[in-house]
């Protein structure tokens, strides 16, 4: 059974900085592609940042420059360093797998985290 625990989210001021965190277990992220995404109230999850299996990168048009997703193979965990934050970034972040990109671009991940909040005060 896969279980993925995200930690890191909390209060920040526009401007400031947080790290996300992504731990695994049932699953290597170094064999899937692992993506982070958000749900801002009212309007639809959407991803942000996703990284291969390989550990190649992408990121959604708003956040890239200001985003960075990486991976610890040895600690089997995958990270979000958000800089720059403004309040449009407030939202509950997942972390979610799958075997392919295509599920993660397509939203349909098979597996989630239960998500940390972020909120970023002006």
């Known amino acids: 059974q896969v279980h993925l625990v995200e930690s890191g989210g909390g209060l920040v001021q526009a401007g400031g900085s947080l790290r996300l965190s992504c731990a695994a277990s049932g699953i290597i992220f170094s064999g899937n592609a692992t993506g982070w995404y958000r749900q801002a109230p009212g309007k639809q999850r959407e991803w942000v940042a996703i990284i291969t299996g390989g550990g190649n990168t992408n990121y959604e048009v708003s956040v890239k420059g200001r985003f960075t997703i990486s991976r610890d193979n040895a600690k089997n965990t995958v990270y979000l360093q958000m800089n720059s934050l403004q309040p449009e970034d407030t939202a509950v972040y997942y972390c979610?797998?799958?075997?392919?990109?295509?599920?993660?671009?397509?939203?349909?991940?098979?597996?989630w985290g239960q998500g940390t909040q972020v909120t970023v005060s002006s």
């Open positions: 979610a797998a799958a075997p392919s990109l295509l599920r993660l671009y397509s939203n349909s991940p098979t597996s």
